[in-house]
């Protein structure tokens, strides 16, 4: 058996592993050294193969499918540095607990540390920020290597996903030739079986000793809250919403949850609180007995504000597996259980307490006066939290909504209304940063089936405008929403802005950027929008087309700061006048 049978025989059969573990996406990224992986995935019939010559664009790109599909999507790229403009999105992917498998070819052994063309140190180069890293052994088609090719496949997929979801990183080795054979017989090998390595995994639970414990501690205090921060189980929703009504509690509904949106019971989703709790005076006034938090931490500085404020009050955190997230560092009392299952047997307990409601009436009626100032209209031109607003309020429904991060999902915080049209919203908020904010956003469009929307700030818009590719190449249906303030409109809130001298330079950062050309540039649609009712009429529009819809809405930074303040300065006020 020569060289290049081994290699595709080997390489084939990985390829088929993964298949046979559940594996459908792969995005390329074209390069010499990773021909074998890029070919043959290209030749299996039940992969579907993305290939973007971008590998930053691509690596957020697999994490939008990741996120939709909420299954591992692999990573194909050639050495070097190829490998390192990676780095980003799995970073991303590991703070998001998001599943990604990446397979980056290498040099072979004897070529490494002698200065071989496009040759790095690729061992271990994900460092901390991969669930595993393997170094494959060189291609085999013994029947003991083509077993060890399949259970690495098998072990990637199942680590990738199992637990806490997450980054697992294959480096190959390849040494010429590098095109494999795609003619062999029986190519694929054998696929008698399932699933080279099939795992069975359930749910944790508490036992009923620590369940009544946990029950005992909190049925004593009437005033509780649920907090639940960017979460994606699908079944938690209803279960929260299930467990809020039996114990009275509000529920503080980030707007990444899933609970904002849906089918399940919204009558006790507190959605302005980010609103209420930036006064002072209102989070003094509203100091809980103790605060039972599903998914990571909101978004909402205000509520963080709130915890500091509150630091002596019993927080229990509740996390499916394990990874503590509490930003804080309080004192806190972790529950690893799954957190759908915990909501039912506390709901089982529930009938031998009488729980308080003045507490939940009190927060609902909070809700209800700052609703009223968050729904009046601006006389004057439109501003960013009403762009936001009336998005939320044209998407279809069983649509997804991709946020950009700074001020684009701050403002959904805030105008993000309940309602049961079951809007998915997605974000990277792993590590919050603003690039690959269009990949990803396109990756999620290329697999949902569902009109997606993104809402995008001018500078992340930038950052990652080569991604635009994709929507061309594979003409992805998008609307994008690019809220163009020129420059980082969210640093207008911080304390940087009253930095006169420097802050146009290094915070404020203008482009002066004229966005048609990019869009045209791609083939897509552009639209530059100058009213509320355009808004809605082309985003009705763009959901009836396909293809590529950028709507630029045109703002101004420091404008938009002092609306948002009176904005803020308005409901605090409205709530003392009322005495809420």
Not at 560 to 572: F, S
Request: net charge negative; glycine share 6%; proline share 4%.
């Amino acid at each position: 058996m020569n060289h290049t049978e081994k290699l595709s025989r080997y390489i084939a059969n990985f390829v088929d592993e993964l298949v046979c573990s559940g594996l459908v996406h792969v995005v390329i990224s074209p390069g010499s050294r990773s021909t074998p992986l890029a070919m043959l995935f290209s030749e299996h019939e039940e992969i579907q193969n993305h290939v973007l010559i971008d590998e930053r664009s691509a690596a957020y790109f697999a994490l939008g499918i990741a996120k939709e599909t909420k299954r591992a999507v692999a990573l194909v790229c050639t050495s070097g540095t190829a490998a390192a403009n990676y780095f980003p999105a799995i970073v991303e992917a590991y703070y998001a607990r998001v599943p990604l498998i990446i397979l980056t070819a290498d040099r072979p052994h004897e070529l490494r540390d002698i200065g071989a063309s496009q040759t790095i140190n690729q061992m271990n180069m994900y460092g901390d920020f991969v669930k595993e890293f393997h170094e494959m052994a060189a291609p085999e088609a013994t029947p003991e290597m083509l077993r060890y090719i399949r259970s690495r496949a098998s072990r990637a997929v199942r680590v990738a996903e199992e637990g806490t979801p997450g980054p697992v990183h294959l480096n190959f080795p390849f040494r010429e030739p590098l095109v494999p054979n795609l003619t062999l017989d029986n190519l694929w090998g054998d696929r008698s079986h399932d699933c080279f390595n099939r795992s069975y995994e359930g749910k944790k639970q508490l036992d009923e000793h620590l369940l009544k414990t946990l029950f005992e501690k909190i049925s004593s205090l009437p005033n509780g809250i649920i907090v639940c921060g960017p979460q994606t189980d699908a079944r938690l929703a209803r279960n929260i919403a299930e467990l809020s009504n039996q114990l009275q509690l509000p529920i503080l509904a980030d707007p990444l949850s899933q609970l904002r949106s849906g089918s399940h019971d919204t009558t006790n989703v507190i959605s302005t609180y980010d609103a209420i709790l930036k006064s002072e005076t209102m989070r003094d006034k509203l100091k809980p007995d103790y605060i039972i938090r599903f998914g990571a931490m909101p978004i909402s500085k205000s509520y963080l504000f709130y915890l500091q404020q509150h630091g002596d009050v019993l927080q229990i955190v509740v996390e499916d597996y394990d990874k503590m997230r509490e930003p804080t560092n309080h004192a806190s009392d972790y529950i690893f259980a799954d957190g759908s299952l915990l909501c039912q047997q506390l709901g089982r307990l529930v009938k031998d307490c009488s729980p308080e409601v003045t507490w939940l009436e009190k927060w609902k009626m909070l809700e209800g006066e700052s609703r009223v100032e968050l729904m009046k209209a601006s006389e004057k031109q439109l501003t960013e939290g009403e762009t936001v607003r009336e998005i939320v309020k044209s998407l279809p429904k069983e649509s997804r909504l991709f946020i950009a991060n700074s001020m684009p999902v701050r403002d959904l915080d805030t105008f993000f209304m309940p309602d049961d049209k079951r809007i998915i919203v997605h974000a990277n908020r792993g590590v919050s940063g603003i690039d690959g904010t269009i990949s990803s956003a396109l990756g999620v469009a290329a697999v949902a089936n569902k009109p997606v929307t993104l809402i995008v700030g001018d500078l992340s818009f930038y950052h990652d405008m080569n991604s635009l590719f994709a929507a061309k190449r594979y003409n992805i249906d998008l609307t994008i929403v690019l809220i163009n303030n020129n420059g980082g409109g969210i640093f207008s809130f911080l304390p940087q802005a009253k930095e006169g001298k420097h802050f146009e330079a290094l915070f404020g950062t203008p482009l002066h950027i004229d966005f048609q050309k990019v869009v045209d540039m791609f083939s897509g649609v552009y639209k530059q929008i100058q009213s509320k009712q355009m808004l809605v009429e082309s985003l009705a529009e763009s959901y009836q087309k396909s293809g590529l819809y950028v709507l630029e809405v045109q703002t101004d930074r420091t404008e938009n700061a002092a609306w948002h303040k009176e904005l803020w300065a308005n409901i605090e006020q409205r709530l003392v006048d009322n005495d809420v």
